[in-house]
């Protein structure tokens, strides 16, 4: 289960975010750096790792993956990347 959470969501906060992700069997922790709702929509770095998830069933290789404050697509599984890292 793939579970994405914006840092300042005004509908949903962050750390509700994260208590259900523990909660979850297998649940995988997408954060997403910036205001609003529907971080799906607002990283390009989300939108790469769940449309893998579901196009190619890859799962990340951590479970906790930051999107930071930069959209991209091109280091989505990476390290070294300050706009998606894995924890």
Do not use: W
């Amino acid at each position: 289960i793939l579970v994405i959470g914006t840092t300042n969501d005004p509908a949903t906060p962050l750390e509700g975010t994260r208590a259900t992700a523990r909660q979850l069997e297998d649940a995988y922790l997408i954060v997403v750096s910036g205001d609003g709702h529907l971080g799906y929509r607002r990283s390009d770095c989300a939108r790469a790792i769940v449309d893998d998830y579901f196009v190619n069933g890859k799962t990340p290789s951590t479970r906790t993956i930051d999107c930071g404050t930069r959209s991209t697509t091109s280091a989505m599984f990476t390290t070294t990347s300050p706009s998606c890292h894995a924890d």
